[in-house]
Structures are given as structure tokens and as C-alpha cells.
């Protein structure tokens, strides 16, 4: 009894010894950069028993005072800490250090954020992928990870009605935290977990008024992209009535686990590190990940390095390619060892139509759904934000621009940027105004995105939006009428590429294409949290169990749920496997036969846009052969990558180094695409490929199209390939040759299938003359 007062005594002592030398330190504190530090496993003295101690004493050697933040067991053999600069340089001189990878911030790939944001995948789209997958108990052994904002437990699409027993490898945990405990999982979310503290370290204790230290999702992406790659089936579900039926994740029987990683400030690397590893150990087969950064060395990005460990324990990585399009290369997450996504629209659209006192009317988008009949009734005048803001260059009705004395009682034609388009309806609404148009501009074109608005807002096209201002400029007593049309189904075409999906070329490697396949990411409705309306602004009061969003954010989970069904399907697929299976059997034109649309150029997409094409999850169920690869393919991408021993090291964790003797070559990394960069024009190129057979026995013939010019002689050899036996590889390779008249700058596309009359294996090719 005395023995404790007198540890609870000394314990109080030392904090508030603590707590004084904390305050004295603040000033240095605020140099510190978090860095996530991998040391070299075989080096470790023979001294430290322990690799922890090991760790601790080189750390302890340049600072007194830094502490782990986390140590990590497989994504990175080593800890992450906070240092000095010259703490940071100190250390990286000592023995053992591979590498200190200084902290990086992530983004969640939606477009909800000010620049992008897009439309949808129709529940009848969802409907037809459901209808005929096979239904088996074996997708119930498949566990998704997602790296999210976390989850909201009570949700209906996490009903474990008639699961059975959670998979015993399984070592998952359901952590504890502020409104979280263990009994908010159950047998469909089998695990959640939290990190936290690499955040803390750089944006300060969370606010747990706002935001809970547990596993639980406030913010409501988590909620979206985990119930869209596995939310169980929920009836009667919609949006305050739209996009009404059947919401379903696109794996009901597999079970989730969810890593929070990102807060309302952003997600850090050293968090994300954790969670991977964690992941890995918890023992996922999926790893779902709709978030992102700017692009850099594999080795420097602790996601890509997060993936290589992750798939070198068998897991596939499922990840979103960015919201940064249209432009091209402006596109993240493009490691070779990880199945990039990008998005299209499904068949589903919320149109709103504006009238004009011209008597022209013109067709947007949205999901505001209060229909006023004023609204609907009653031209009301309109103004261009360009003449009633405080600042003549300013027509993106950005917070607190717009003077209320000209905005009173109007409709306000506001340009697309800037500010998000939630926050310029607030603005309108601020200033006195009753409606909203938000126009595009040349970035976005002719994209429409549908938002929950909280004023009578809409949102148009390019075209539209230059003719409505024109109409204002060209008179003094501009009016329209705004009405909204609900949901309308079989929109067409569909899908057509989202502006503001991500492109290739691929910066970092130009021989790999990317992003590898798109799925639905426009308007997809799924599951939200409870504790923050669809726009996720302070102002907005209401709540719905389901929000419609758009982003490559929300096509990344469709291919994870996909991508689990097919490891049910076929448990010994590797995670390469899976993907050729996915992007092989992709489509890339419509029922008619006409190319699938880009929407930013309004002309048929390339494989720069789309990768494969479109995911069709019943032909990937079946796909005849596949390219595979493992971890030592992605070693040897790495050695053609002319990446050092050291730098090799961080992403492998064992002492690989490339043979000297040998060539090593990107062309020859068995990847189910080709990107084929010319560096002048009439040079050729040879890539070879290996094919497995995983079902179809016979022989398979190559044959070539070509998506517009013929630039480029393309010869394969062997034409034909004859399997005989289930797993049997067979070997091809493939020469280009440029014609040497092609300008500089050129890209062109063609597609490569091979098929035995029914399966057909096609890879896309993209050609550029850089
Ligand atoms: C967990 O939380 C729920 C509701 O928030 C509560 O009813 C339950 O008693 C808690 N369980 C444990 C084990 O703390
Ligand atoms: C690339 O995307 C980032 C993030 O969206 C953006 O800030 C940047 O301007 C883009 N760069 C180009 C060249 O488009
Ligand atoms: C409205 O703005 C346009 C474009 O900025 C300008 O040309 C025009 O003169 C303005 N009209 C009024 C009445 O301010
Ligand atoms: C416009 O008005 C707001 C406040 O009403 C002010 O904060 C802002 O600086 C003004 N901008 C200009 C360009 O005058
Ligand atoms: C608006 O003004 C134009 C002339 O500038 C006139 O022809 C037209 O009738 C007016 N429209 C309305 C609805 O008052
Ligand atoms: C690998 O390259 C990095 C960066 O240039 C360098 O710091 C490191 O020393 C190199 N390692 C080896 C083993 O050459
Ligand atoms: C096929 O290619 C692989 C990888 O390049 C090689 O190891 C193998 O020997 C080749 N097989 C044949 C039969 O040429
Ligand atoms: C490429 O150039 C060589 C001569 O340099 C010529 O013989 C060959 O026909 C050219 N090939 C093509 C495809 O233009």
C-alpha cells in the first residue's frame, strides 16, 4: 500500500517535471520534423538482444529526448521519431541507418474538396454485377483493410445477419477509444483500429469535441469507401429520395476492418506506416487505400513502400490514381506492384434545368432536393458574381465577396473553383441571393458533378455556363428559372471518363501505364456517417445514413470489393494475378462498339486515361490467362529502375542486389499493359511477356488494333501459344518500331488480345513520342 503512494508520488513528480521541461522545450520542439527512420536488419550488433534496444540506443545517440512515435515491423524495419535537422543528419551518419524519410501529408482522393469532384455509379449497375456473381461461402474468408477516416459502426450496411464465424487467422483487433469499443465490431467489421500520433506531432492534439480519438468516422469518407467495397445489402436505401434502391457494397460476404489514418487535418505517413504494418500483421487480403500525395521516388513514398511489403505478404493493394486530371501525367500512386484506379461515370444523373428570359434553356446537375415552387415558378433575376462582387476579378463567389445590396433576391452565375462549391452556395446564401449556377471552366469542361447543395444550386457545363453569362452581359434584365429533375437512369453513354480522373503517362516510370483500369467514381451513393451532413460543413444540419460522392476515392473500393470476390474465387491468384484478371477483360468500348468518351475532351479516351478500360467483373472472373509476377519481378523493375542497393533495400528489407552480369529491363517486368515511350522517332523496341494459363486450355492467337493511325509496326512473336496444362507459362515478346515521321509530342494507342475464340486477354499500348 505505502509502496504504491509512493510510485504514484514519484510518477506525479516526474510529470510534472516533465510538463516544465516540456514548456522550456517548446521553442526546439517546433524545429522538429517527424521522420520515419529504416535501419538495416543485418547490421544490428550482436550486443542488442533486441532490435527495439537497438533502435533506442541509435536514437538515443543524437537526441535525449526523442521519442518513438511508432516502431514498425514490416513495412520499414525501424521507428518513426521527431529530430532537428542536425539531429536528422546526425542520425542518418550513424551505423545501420538506411534511410530517414521525413514526413509526408496525404489527401483523400474525393472530390469534395475545392478543385474537383465528379459524378457516379448507379445502383443499376451495381444491380447487374450483383445478378450474376456466383454467391460462395469462400468470399467470406476474404478480409478488406481500408485506410480511411475510419467507420461509422451502427451503420445498417455493416449488418452481420447470417455471417458466420470470423476467420481464425484473423489477429485483428477492435481498439477502444472515445465513442468506440470493442462491441462495435461484429462479424462483418471484424477489426478497427487508430492512429493518431504522427498527426498530433504536426497539427497538435485532436479536438475530441470534434473528432473522436478512436476508430470512429466523422468525417464520413471512411463510412463511403468501406461500405462501397463490402457493405452488406441494404433495402429502400437513397439519398433524401434519390438514387433510391437496393445500396450494396461490391462484396457482401467479405469481411472489413478499418485503419483511421486520416483526420480533419490530413493523414501522415508515419500514421499510414503504421497502419499498413499493422494490416499486415492483422492479416488482410486486401488493402484499400483512396488516398494520396505528389508523386515521388518509390523508396522516398512510405505508401509505395507500405504496398511492397504488402505485397510481398500476398495482400493486394487496391489504390485511387487521384483527382488531378485532366491533365496529363498528373497522377499519383504508380508503382507497378499496385492496382492504380482511375474513374468514370456510371448511367445514373441528377439534372437540374435552368430557363432563361431568352427563352433558351440548358440542362446541369444536382442533388439539392428541397424543390421551392417559387423556384419553379417564378423567373427570378440573375447576375453574373463577376459584376456584383466587391473585387472585379473575382466571379468565383468566394467567402465574403459577393455585396449583398446587388445579390438580394437573385440567382448568381458563380465560376467553378477556388472555393468549394458547397462554400459559394453558403456565400450566395450569406450575400441575400435565393439560387445558384456554378460554371464550369476550360479545366472542367463539360463534366457535371451532382452536389447536395444547401441553396437551390446547380452546376453546368462549360458551353452552358459561357452562353448564360453572355445572356447577362448582352442585357439589364436577366432572368431564369431553375427546377431540378431527380434521378434519371440509363444515361448514355456510360461510362464516360471523368474529368478529374487522374492520367498517364506515368512520371516516374514511362514504360509502366497507368492508372491500370477505371471503375465507377461519379455520383456513388453509399453509406455516411452520422455525425456530419453530405457537405460536411459546419452549417449543415442534416443528416442521411447514405451520401452520394464522387472521386477516384470512391472507384478505388470498387475494385477492392471486386478484387475480393476474385481472390474468393480463386484463393492461389497472387495479387498480380488478380489485377491482369481485372485489366485484361476490361472493356473499352460500349455495346454499340463505339470507344468509351473521355469527357474532358469530349472524344473517345485513350489508354493514358483509362488504362485497360472499364473493370467488367464477371468477364475478370474467367479470364483464360493472366500475367503474372511476383515480389522478384518487382526487384528486377527495380534494378532496370537503376535504383541503388541501399535505395532497393528500404522497399525489399533483404539484401537484394542486382547481378551485374545481367540486363535488366522495364520492357520485361510481366505487366498486363504496355507503355512504349520512343525517345526518337523510327527506333524499336522489344518487350516480352509470359503468359499463364488459369483455366482455358487450347491455343490462343495474337492479334493487333490499332485506336486510330497505324504509327507503329508491331510484331509478336509467337503468334499462337498452345497450353496443354492448367498453371502452364508460356513466353512471348513483342517489337515495336516507330515509322520515323512522327512528330514529337505524338501519342497513339492500339491493343494487343490474344484469344482462343472465346477468352479474349487484352492489354492496351500506349505509344509517345517524348
Ligand atoms: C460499448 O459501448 C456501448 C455503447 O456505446 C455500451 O453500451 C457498451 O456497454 C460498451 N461496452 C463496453 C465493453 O464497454
Ligand atoms: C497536379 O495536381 C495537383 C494537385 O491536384 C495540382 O495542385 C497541380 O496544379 C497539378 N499540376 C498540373 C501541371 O496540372
Ligand atoms: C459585368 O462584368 C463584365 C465582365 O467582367 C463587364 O464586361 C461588364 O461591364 C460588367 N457589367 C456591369 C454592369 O458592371
Ligand atoms: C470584400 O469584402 C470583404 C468583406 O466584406 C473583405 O474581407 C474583402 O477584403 C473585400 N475584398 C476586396 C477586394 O475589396
Ligand atoms: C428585357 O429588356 C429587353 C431590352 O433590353 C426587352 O426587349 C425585353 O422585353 C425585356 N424582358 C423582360 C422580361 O422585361
Ligand atoms: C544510393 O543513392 C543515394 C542517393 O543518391 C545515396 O545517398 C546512397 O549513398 C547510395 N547508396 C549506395 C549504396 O550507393
Ligand atoms: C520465359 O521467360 C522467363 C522470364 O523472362 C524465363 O525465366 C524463362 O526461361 C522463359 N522460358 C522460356 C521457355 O523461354
Ligand atoms: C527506319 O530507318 C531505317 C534506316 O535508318 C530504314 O531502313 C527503315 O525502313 C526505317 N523503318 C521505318 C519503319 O520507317
Redesign the pocket.
Known amino acids: 500500500m505505502k509502496m504504491q503512494k509512493f510510485k504514484f508520488l514519484h510518477t506525479l513528480l516526474l510529470l510534472i517535471f516533465y510538463a516544465k521541461h516540456t514548456i522550456a522545450e517548446n521553442n526546439i520542439e517546433q524545429s522538429k520534423k517527424t521522420y520515419i527512420v529504416h535501419m538495416e536488419k543485418s547490421t544490428m550488433p550482436a550486443s542488442f538482444n533486441d532490435h527495439h534496444n537497438w533502435f533506442e540506443s541509435s536514437l538515443q545517440s543524437v537526441s535525449e529526448s526523442a521519442e518513438m512515435l511508432y516502431t514498425y515491423k514490416h513495412v520499414v524495419h525501424g521507428f518513426s521519431t521527431r529530430l532537428t535537422n542536425q539531429e536528422a543528419e546526425a542520425l542518418s551518419k550513424q551505423p545501420g541507418i538506411l534511410s530517414l524519410i521525413p514526413e509526408r501529408k496525404y489527401e483523400l482522393h474525393t472530390t469534395r474538396t475545392p478543385y474537383f469532384l465528379g459524378l457516379d455509379l448507379t445502383l443499376a449497375s451495381l444491380d447487374r454485377f450483383s445478378t450474376h456473381l456466383p454467391a460462395s461461402v469462400a468470399e467470406s474468408e476474404v478480409i478488406i483493410g481500408v485506410l480511411d477516416s475510419g467507420i461509422w459502426p451502427e451503420h445498417e450496411s455493416l449488418d452481420d445477419t447470417g455471417f458466420g464465424p470470423i476467420p481464425s487467422r484473423w489477429k485483428g483487433e477492435c481498439e477502444?477509444g472515445k465513442?468506440?469499443?470493442?462491441?462495435?465490431c461484429n462479424r462483418k467489421l471484424i477489426g478497427a483500429r487508430f492512429f493518431h500520433k504522427g498527426h498530433e506531432q504536426v497539427s497538435g492534439p485532436i479536438n475530441e469535441e470534434k473528432e473522436s480519438k478512436s476508430p470512429r468516422d466523422e468525417e464520413g469518407h471512411g463510412t463511403h469507401t468501406l461500405t462501397t467495397a463490402a457493405g452488406s445489402i441494404v433495402s429502400g436505401a437513397s439519398f433524401f429520395g434519390l438514387a433510391p434502391g437496393t445500396a450494396r457494397g461490391m462484396s457482401t460476404q467479405a469481411r472489413v476492418a478499418s485503419y483511421k489514418v486520416c483526420w480533419k487535418r490530413g493523414c501522415y505517413s508515419s500514421d499510414i506506416a503504421a497502419a499498413i504494418d499493422k494490416a499486415i500483421e492483422d492479416g488482410v487480403d486486401i488493402l484499400s487505400m483512396s488516398l494520396g500525395s505528389k508523386l515521388d521516388e518509390y523508396y522516398q513514398d512510405l505508401i509505395a513502400i507500405g504496398a511492397f511489403r504488402a505485397t510481398s505478404h500476398g495482400i493486394l493493394v487496391s489504390i485511387s490514381a487521384g483527382n488531378s486530371g485532366p491533365f496529363p501525367g498528373n497522377i499519383s500512386n504508380v508503382a507497378a506492384w499496385m492496382t492504380t484506379v482511375g474513374a468514370g461515370t456510371i448511367d445514373r444523373d441528377f439534372p437540374a434545368y435552368v430557363s432563361l428570359g431568352n427563352g433558351m434553356t440548358y440542362t446541369g446537375s444536382s442533388l439539392y432536393m428541397e424543390v421551392s415552387s417559387k423556384l419553379l415558378d417564378t423567373p427570378l433575376p440573375l447576375v453574373y458574381a463577376g459584376n456584383v462582387s466587391n473585387s472585379t476579378l473575382e466571379n468565383r463567389c468566394e467567402t465574403n465577396t459577393l455585396i449583398p445590396s446587388r445579390v438580394s433576391g437573385k440567382i448568381v452565375l458563380c465560376k467553378r473553383g477556388g472555393s468549394g462549391r458547397f462554400k459559394k452556395g453558403l456565400e450566395v446564401k450569406r450575400a441575400g441571393g435565393i439560387g445558384m449556377l456554378v460554371g464550369n471552366g476550360e479545366e472542367h469542361g463539360e463534366e457535371l458533378v451532382a452536389d447536395a447543395h444547401l441553396v437551390p444550386a446547380a452546376l453546368l457545363g462549360k458551353k452552358a455556363s459561357d452562353a448564360i453569362r453572355d445572356y447577362i452581359l448582352s442585357c439589364s434584365n436577366a432572368t431564369a428559372t431553375l427546377s431540378f429533375g431527380g434521378t434519371q437512369l440509363q444515361v448514355q453513354p456510360s461510362p464516360v471518363v471523368a474529368a478529374f480522373s487522374s492520367r498517364g503517362p506515368n512520371p516516374l516510370s514511362p514504360k509502366i501505364l497507368k492508372p491500370d483500369l477505371i471503375g465507377p467514381g461519379v455520383n456513388i451513393l453509399a453509406g455516411w456517417t452520422g455525425a456530419s451532413g453530405p457537405t460536411g460543413l459546419e452549417e449543415d444540419s442534416r443528416r442521411t445514413t447514405f451520401n452520394i460522392m464522387s472521386g477516384t476515392s470512391m472507384s478505388c473500393p470498387h475494385i477492392s470489393g471486386l478484387a475480393a470476390i476474385l481472390k474468393a474465387a480463386h484463393p492461389e491468384w497472387s495479387p498480380a494475378a488478380i489485377r491482369s484478371a481485372l485489366m485484361t477483360t476490361s472493356y473499352t468500348t460500349y455495346t454499340n462498339g463505339y470507344p468509351i468518351m473521355d469527357i474532358a475532351t469530349q472524344q473517345p479516351a485513350t489508354p493514358f486515361d483509362f488504362g485497360a478500360g472499364h473493370v467488367d467483373p464477371l468477364l475478370a472472373l474467367d479470364p483464360g490467362l493472366i500475367y503474372d509476377a511476383d515480389i522478384h519481378d518487382y526487384l528486377n523493375f527495380l534494378c532496370a529502375s537503376n535504383y541503388n542497393s541501399s535505395q532497393i533495400k528500404v522497399l525489399a528489407r533483404t539484401d537484394f542486389t542486382c547481378v551485374p552480369s545481367m540486363t535488366y529491363r522495364v520492357e520485361d517486368l510481366n505487366y498486363p499493359s504496355f507503355a512504349v515511350p520512343f525517345e526518337t522517332p523510327n527506333n524499336s523496341v522489344q518487350y516480352s511477356r509470359t503468359l499463364t494459363n488459369v483455366g482455358a486450355l487450347g491455343t490462343y492467337k495474337a492479334s493487333v488494333s490499332f485506336q486510330s493511325d497505324t504509327l507503329v509496326e508491331i510484331v509478336v512473336e509467337p503468334e499462337t501459344l498452345t497450353f496443354t496444362e492448367l498453371f502452364e507459362k508460356k513466353n512471348y515478346t513483342v517489337t515495336f518500331t516507330s515509322s520515323n515521321s512522327v512528330a514529337l509530342g505524338t501519342n497513339s494507342f492500339a491493343y494487343l488480345k490474344w484469344s482462343d475464340g472465346q477468352h479474349k486477354v487484352v492489354s492496351p499500348i500506349a505509344f509517345s513520342w517524348i
Not at 465513442?179 to 462495435?184: A, I, L, Y
Open positions: 477502444s465513442n468506440f469499443n470493442s462491441s462495435h
